[in-house]
């Protein structure tokens, strides 16, 4: 489920991630650079963190059999969807 304004946006941290995901570390980070996985968000100056709801769509592409092409241009639309759902808060607030 995609949050929408009336949605709050939940941040899983990495071990949260890796609890869904039974991946290693590097294989984690690795899926990440080659665009299999969303990247990690910044928290901080020192904390990052992972949008709950994209792993979850992720994860649900991997359940449906798709391929790693099919992933590759879902994991690109998260991301943009991230700008989408920024420039709605920031209208709404005005």
């Known amino acids: 489920m995609k949050p929408s304004m009336n949605t709050p946006i939940k941040i899983i941290r990495l071990s949260e991630v890796l609890n869904v995901l039974p991946l290693s570390r590097t294989t984690m980070y690795l899926k990440v650079k080659n665009g299999l ?3 990690a968000i910044s928290l901080g100056e020192k904390a990052v963190g992972y ?3 994209e ?3 992720v994860l649900a592409s991997m359940i449906a059999g798709d ?3 099919e992933i590759k241009e879902l994991v690109k639309t ?3 969807d991230r700008q989408k759902l920024k ?7 005005c």
Request: net charge negative; hydrophobic share 25%.
């Open 55 to 57: 792993y979850q769509t």
């Open 51 to 53: 949008i709950e709801h």
């Open 37 to 39: 996985l969303p990247p």
């Open 78 to 80: 998260l991301i943009n």
């Open 87 to 93: 420039q709605g808060l920031t209208h709404a607030s």
């Open 67 to 69: 391929s790693e092409d």
